[in-house]
């Protein structure tokens, strides 16, 4: 799974196992146990997993098994500021590809990495339904439209600044 251990605060212990009896434990809600864990960390660290396993009584390689079958499910942690830019048809002919190519440039990041300060971590989608504002980009909740590359700086800098604020 990973091969960096992270320690799992006696909070989140308890919390995973709140969540694991919250679906009584039964073997068929493991998506649904993923999920509520994975909106309460962010991600799913293979030490999360583990005591998922160990609740819901499956072994650990199933568990495994689910989280890196499906897309949804991440073990790498996002950033405070997640970037999402859309790749769907309308998003793509508008120039969605050159604005996630100018958020790499910008911060420096891979689809899929998240910045070693935690701020930022960048991902594309297929489509999230706004095509009427093509190309358009996700910060967390806020959507961005009908931005071009000049755009994709200002979108930081916003981040940045309320980050300092925080």
Same mark, same amino acid.
């Given at each position: ?60 390689? *199933? &568990? =495994? !098994? ?9 073990? #790498? ?64 909740? *806020? &959507? =961005? !439209? ?9 979108? #930081? ?10």
């Amino acid at each position: 799974m990973s091969s960096i251990k992270i320690e799992i605060s006696q909070n989140t212990r308890s919390k995973i196992e709140e969540i694991c009896k919250s679906y009584n434990y039964e073997q068929g809600e493991l998506i649904n146990v993923l999920h509520k864990t994975q909106e309460y960390l962010g991600y799913l660290p293979a030490e999360a997993q583990e005591v998922i396993a160990k609740e819901m009584n499956i072994p650990t390689a *199933k &568990v =495994y !098994g689910v989280v890196s079958f499906y897309s949804f499910f991440t073990m #790498i942690p996002k950033g405070r500021f997640p970037i999402s830019i859309c790749m769907g048809t309308a998003c793509y002919v508008r120039g969605a590809e050159k604005i996630l190519d100018e958020f790499k440039n910008q911060l420096g990041l891979s689809v899929g990495e998240t910045a070693p300060d935690g701020l930022f971590s960048l991902a594309s989608l297929r489509c999230v339904g706004a095509c009427g504002l093509a190309p358009v980009v996700l910060v967390g909740d *806020k &959507v =961005y !439209g009908r931005l071009a590359t000049d755009d994709v700086k200002d979108i #930081i800098a916003e981040f940045k600044n309320s980050a300092d604020v925080i």
